[in-house]
């Protein structure tokens, strides 16, 4: 199976990408086994957190066969190469950058590239993108993400990225949502292991509530 077949698994089973933003090393088990015991199935490691690829690294291999792990805030092409040497799967940024996602796709991984308008969509997908991810969302609405689908390709899915809570869950899926990207409202640095599983069941209960 490959990465992009197991993203397939992964997204079909919970599409909430955890985005742990300053996660240590040293922080990183009991953070994914928290996640992972609610229900998740994708985890990102921003590159601007502590040694991002050494949290990517154990991470990876900590929770083979029950998540796919990758990096966030990838902005150039050579980083790519080094997430897939720790075992990253997931290649995720706030921009739109063909030699990325061009980076990305060339070594088999996902890429979940930023976008806020439709120009940035079409050229992230004619690089390539697996999916999109809308960010800010929370500087957008859903009302623009329906905007959106009037003229993205059929079967594009996008992810809501940004100031999700679980109270906003519905409103975007009614909005056609596919799936989220989920910050500060789920992981902050020095969060408890059991108030990160707790609030991990919450989204993932508003998840299933949403449909």
């Not at 991470?59 to 790519?80: H, I, K, M, N, W």
């Not at 897939?84 to 997931?90: E, I």
């Not at 995720?92 to 890429?111: E, K, Q």
């Not at 990160?196 to 989204?203: E, G, N, Q, S, V």
Request: proline share 7%; with cysteine; aromatic share 4%.
């Amino acid at each position: 199976m490959t990465i992009l077949d197991r993203f397939e698994a992964a997204f079909a089973a919970c599409p909430l990408v955890a985005i742990l933003r300053g996660l240590t090393p040293g922080e990183a088990p009991a953070v994914g086994e928290a996640l992972v015991g609610a229900g998740f199935t994708l985890i990102e490691v921003p590159l601007n957190s502590p040694d991002p690829l050494r949290s990517i690294a154990i991470l990876a291999e900590r929770l083979s066969g029950r998540a796919l792990v990758g990096a966030g805030t990838v902005l150039d092409p050579a980083q790519v190469a080094a997430i897939g040497a720790a075992g990253g799967s997931l290649v995720v940024s706030p921009n739109t950058d063909a030699t990325v996602i061009g980076a990305t796709r060339a070594l088999g991984l996902v890429s979940l590239p930023g976008y806020q308008t439709p120009t940035e969509a079409f050229a992230a997908l004619a690089a390539g993108a697996t999916a999109l991810k809308l960010f800010p969302a929370d500087v957008a609405s859903p009302a623009a993400l329906r905007a959106h689908r009037a003229v993205l390709p059929s079967g594009t899915r996008v992810l809501a990225v940004g100031g999700v809570t679980p109270d906003g869950i519905a409103g975007w899926r009614a909005a056609s949502a596919d799936g989220f990207g989920l910050g500060s409202n789920l992981y902050r640095p020095g969060k408890d292991a059991a108030d990160i599983a707790r609030d991990a069941a919450a989204f993932v209960d508003a998840l299933r509530r949403a449909g």
